[in-house]
Structures are given as C-alpha cells and as structure tokens.
C-alpha cells in the first residue's frame, strides 16, 4: 500500500502508548509528532511503543526528533521502544540501534530471555563503523571473561597455597637433616674415647 502522507493511529495496550505510523515521514510532520507527544506526556504517558514498520520514507530530521522526544521521556522516567525491520526505517536508524530499543515485530517485545533480547538487539553490521556488538552480546561477553578470569584466579590462589605448603615441609626436612647430623656428631664426640681406649671398635669398622 503506498501513502501519500503519514498517518498517525494512537492507541493504548496493556499500559502503553502505542503509535503506529504509516506513510511517508516528512520533515514538515514533525511538529505534528512533537506535538503529540507532548499532550501524551502531559496526560502522564510514559511507555511509549511506536509501529514505524510501514513507513515507506523517513526523513533524517525525523530521526532526530526521536533522539529529543527518547531523551524528555528516559527524563520523566519513560521509554521509546520502536517497532520495524524494513530497510527503509532500518538504514535511517543505523547509527542510533544501541541507543533506541529495537524490536522486529509486536511478538517480541513480549518473548523475553537472553535470546529475545538478543534477536531484539541484534548484531549491526554497518559499512562506515564496522561490526557493532549488542549490548546484551556485550554483556554475555564479560560475563564470560569475568568468570574466567576469577576460575584463573582461583587456580593461582590454589597453586599458591600448594607451593606455601611444599616450602614449610622443605623448610622442616632442612630443619630435621640439621638436627639429626647435631645429634650424630654429638654421639660421636661422646663415643670418641671408648673407641681410643678400644673398649668398642670405631664406628667405621662396625660400618664396614
């Protein structure tokens, strides 16, 4: 279907504010969408979703105007979610998808998990910035190292504590060598004039 301006159908589910848009998203419409925006957030809305699927063009002063309307809602303690997955919408926001949460349909803003979120997210390829990690893939990632690197911390703590205890028992064997050869040249001073009085034979003969 093709639209020769932009309609706006506003409607409320289940505590949130649903715009879904159509059409052609001109330059000259935006005070249209300021404007309602305000009226909502002056009748308390907060969670806004907007439906920009079946936008055909988007201008790119349109684009910013959401950047402003995200940063007043996140302000009052709100969110914008945004809905689309055509190219159209999707080339425009390109450079904003870590900052809008981005959702390919209706059916995903309620799938919830790991793997919701990152479907919902997803990896953004772009030509100019290179590959862009998903937050949720960004986070796993830490996840990931942190546990790592407390497992090689842990395996140093233990190897730590193995070499402490290899150097106390070498520490005592010295201590215990040293005593035994004390108390053997001891016994040998003591037994030395027996053996010069040839009462008992020297040791080394009784060695032999």
């Avoid at 505590?15 to 969408?33: C, P």
């Avoid at 002063?61 to 309307?69: C, D, E, I, K, M």
């Avoid at 689309?84 to 450079?95: D, G, M, Y």
Wanted: hydrophobic share 40%; with cysteine; proline share 3%.
């Amino acid at each position: 279907m093709f639209y020769d301006s932009m309609d706006i159908t506003i409607e409320g589910r289940g505590g949130a504010t649903w715009l879904i848009l159509a059409g052609h998203f001109r330059k000259d419409q935006i005070a249209q969408m300021k404007e309602k925006f305000d009226v909502l957030l002056e009748d308390r809305n907060r969670q806004f979703i907007v439906d920009l699927e079946k936008i055909t063009s988007i201008d790119e002063s349109a684009v910013q105007l959401f950047l402003q309307l995200l940063s007043v809602v996140r302000g009052k303690g709100g969110e914008i979610k945004l809905i689309f997955k055509n190219h159209t919408v999707s080339r425009a926001f390109a450079p904003y998808n870590n900052i809008f949460p981005v959702y390919p349909d209706a059916q995903s803003l309620t799938s919830g998990g790991l793997l919701g979120a990152i479907r919902q997210r997803g990896r953004q390829l772009s030509k100019k910035t290179g590959i862009r990690i998903s937050r949720p893939v960004a986070l796993f990632m830490v996840i990931v190292l942190c546990g790592w690197f407390i497992s090689l911390l842990f395996i140093i703590r233990i190897q730590s504590r193995y070499i402490k205890r290899q150097q106390v028992e070498l520490h005592s064997l010295q201590q215990t060598n040293q005593q035994i050869k004390f108390e053997v040249d001891a016994m040998r001073e003591r037994i030395k004039p027996l053996e010069q009085l040839g009462i008992i034979n020297p040791i080394r003969d009784s060695i032999k």
